[in-house]
């Protein structure tokens, strides 16, 4: 019976490795899939370094009225802009809204004869919201007039004989406790997905080719008749799936810390903790989950009568292992036992723990492992018992 | 020997067969004979075992295809309508695994896979992939895979569908000499011509119901004066105002 099986599973193989056409595309996924991953990363790391220290050029209105401000911003990199045709607030808030500028500082026309009086000199800081790219200039900006606000406040304190201090009777310190690692894991997030489809991916061919492939081009009937029970032909066809898969996990994993070791990860103060150590144990934790996978996409591919059907299914299959990841995304969830029977989730819990360079603990992993296992064999023999079905001849 | 007694099968509301009894001798080539859609293809799936009878029985050198179709399977060589071969495998590898699968050991699949390629005049083609073989030639090395195993019975549905004049000569030739070797072969078609010139003993089927059996020239002596199409085209139409009755 085992014999049936090998033989099975190799000539899926030996078919599979002959085929250029789907032996290309297995490759291209993760070869091609790492360097897209690292360059999205890189962009996104490269802009949220790039400002903070870059000079910040803005439009400001009235801004001669206040030429020791213009100094104090200017000495933290923000410069008022030169040439910028605005005539009052309304017009700057229209031009924002256009989105001719980021921002716009506009200084009240009573602000020179306010300031050094007890009523506040008023400053109006006019950006979009809506536009993420605009939010960490304003946010630099904001914090640079407060932080002068602050100055000249404690300054008139002290010129009254009054102890500065007396504003500040609490003082908060903050502590982050995050280490390198798990900020990038933050970043990293979206590997757990990015990994289980590759690896779904490297399956899919033989899963479809298998079933609806077969039956396409009408050599499923003569299979059939062979002395081997169906049953053995499915699991020989889920092997080499299986196989597929994990080879496809495997060169995703060996590509990816090459990408990763491209990205400017500790210019934002952190490390990528990606090394093979890390992606041997990665391997480790989703191997288990092939099996599952295998058996979802033949017990689908079982049931459609060609290629192209199965195909147009199982992009919605490939789609379903994201919806615990959501939720844990959502939810910021920790790996604890409740939770660790659930497949997908589980092994985005791990993967998350080990680039943080967490410890997870040892029963935990197995629950994991024996749970997705257990999954993976239900699924089998309800694909089996599709198999055995008399329609599925077509 | 195959023997089918009281075969019958439905799907939904078509009743594709109705109570089909016929032997099929070793030795002999038996013709089951009949119009599209008349059940012939269901019959040989049955046999086959991938499909089962709702009731009746039938069984293949006195094995029953429902109590043991494994065994069944084993005795039997099968060449479905337009059988697929496996596209990125050469000829000798798509026989080769139909070999391995009925558990030949590797020496004795090595000697049955040239055997069958000089036999069937495939050595030009023995190692090229099947993906651009002509009709003739998937129909040869599909027949080679259902003689890998050296099977005492054959099916084979419409064999000769999409073959040239030539290819159909060889294959007869070739299906006589398996008779000769006392081989049971039992095929469908639903051409007169060719079953004339190739079978032994004749099964014409319609409307899921066996309407004549026997030798062509059994069937001659008992309708005088006309030829095998005629008495064909006879038994079908007097199936079908049989039905409409």
Redesign the interface.
């Known amino acids: 019976m085992r014999r049936a099986i090998a033989v099975v599973c190799r000539k899926e193989l030996l078919e599979t490795a002959r085929d250029r056409r789907i032996m290309f595309s297995l490759l291209l996924g993760p070869l091609l899939g790492p360097v897209l991953f690292a360059v999205i990363m890189s962009v996104a790391v490269s802009q949220s370094v790039s400002s903070i220290e870059e000079p910040l050029e803005v439009p400001m209105l009235g801004i001669e009225q206040a030429p020791n401000l213009q100094a104090f911003l200017a000495a933290r990199g923000i410069e008022p802009l030169a040439e910028h045709g605005l005539q009052d607030a309304d017009d700057a808030a229209a031009a924002v809204a256009r989105g001719e500028h980021d921002l716009v500082l506009a200084l009240d026309e009573r602000f020179a004869k306010d300031f050094g009086t007890t009523a506040a000199a008023r400053i109006t800081l006019i950006f979009d919201r809506s536009k993420s790219r605009a939010s960490g200039r304003v946010e630099r900006v904001r914090r640079a007039l407060g932080a002068y606000a602050s100055r000249i406040g404690t300054l008139r304190l002290v010129a009254l004989g009054v102890d500065p201090l007396l504003l500040r009777p609490i003082a908060i310190d903050e502590r982050d406790v995050s280490t390198p690692a798990g900020r990038s894991a933050l970043m990293l997030g979206m590997l757990t997905y990015f990994l289980l489809f590759a690896m779904l991916t490297g399956g899919l061919h033989l899963a479809i080719d298998s079933t609806a492939g077969e039956r396409e081009r009408r050599s499923l009937e003569p299979l059939l008749s062979l002395p081997v029970a169906r049953t053995e032909l499915l699991l020989g066809k889920m092997a080499a799936t299986v196989i597929c898969m994990l080879l496809t996990l495997g060169l995703t994993l060996a590509a990816f810390p090459v990408a990763v070791h491209y990205l400017p990860l500790e210019r934002v103060g952190m490390s990528a903790g990606f090394g093979a150590g890390t992606a041997l144990a990665v391997f480790g934790v989703l191997a288990p989950f092939a099996p599952l996978g295998a058996a979802v996409m033949m017990l689908v591919a079982s049931f459609t009568k060609t290629y192209r059907e199965a195909q147009t299914y199982l992009t919605f299959v490939l789609l379903v292992p994201t919806i615990p990841l959501v939720f844990a995304m959502i939810l910021n969830v920790e790996p604890r036992a409740a939770l660790m029977w659930i497949p997908s989730l589980s092994q985005h819990l791990q993967i998350m723990a080990l680039l943080r360079q967490e410890p997870v603990p040892l029963s935990l992993a197995a629950l994991s492992a024996g749970t997705t296992l257990a999954f993976g064999a239900a699924v089998a023999a309800l694909a089996a018992r599709f198999y055995r079905r008399e329609s599925l001849l077509g | 020997m195959i023997a089918v007694r009281g075969l019958s099968k439905r799907f939904g509301a078509v009743q594709a067969l109705d109570a089909v009894t016929f032997d099929a001798a070793d030795g002999e080539i038996t013709g089951l004979l009949g119009p599209n859609g008349a059940g012939k293809s269901t019959c040989l799936?049955i046999l086959?075992?991938?499909?089962?009878a709702d009731s009746g029985t039938a069984t293949v050198g006195g094995i029953d295809v429902a109590a043991d179709p494994?065994?069944v399977?084993?005795v039997?060589g099968?060449?479905?309508?337009?059988?697929?071969?496996?596209?990125?495998?050469t000829a000798a590898?798509n026989i080769a695994?139909?070999g391995?699968?009925?558990?030949l050991p590797e020496p004795l699949l090595a000697k049955r896979v040239e055997e069958l390629l000089d036999r069937l005049d495939l050595r030009a083609i023995a190692h090229r992939?099947a993906k651009g073989f002509s009709q003739g030639e998937r129909t040869k090395v599909?027949l080679a895979?259902?003689l890998v195993h050296d099977p005492k019975h054959l099916l084979l549905d419409e064999p000769t569908n999409g073959l040239d004049v030539m290819a159909t000569r060889h294959l007869r030739d070739w299906l006589r000499e398996l008779r000769d070797q006392g081989c049971c072969v039992l095929l469908s078609s639903h051409i007169m011509q060719e079953v004339e010139a190739l079978v032994d003993r004749l099964v014409i089927i319609a409307g899921g119901r066996v309407v004549e059996r026997g030798t062509p020239a059994e069937l001659a002596a008992r309708h005088p004066g006309r030829n095998l199409e005629e008495i064909f085209v006879a038994a079908v139409l007097g199936a079908s105002r049989g039905a409409a009755a």
Not at chain 2, 100 to 103: A, D, E, P, S
Request: positive net charge; glycine residues 8%; hydrophobic residues 35%.
């Open positions: 799936r086959s075992t991938v499909i089962s494994l065994g399977r084993r039997l099968v060449l479905p309508h337009s059988a697929g071969l496996y596209q990125q495998l590898e695994y139909y391995r699968l009925h558990g992939k599909a895979r259902a």
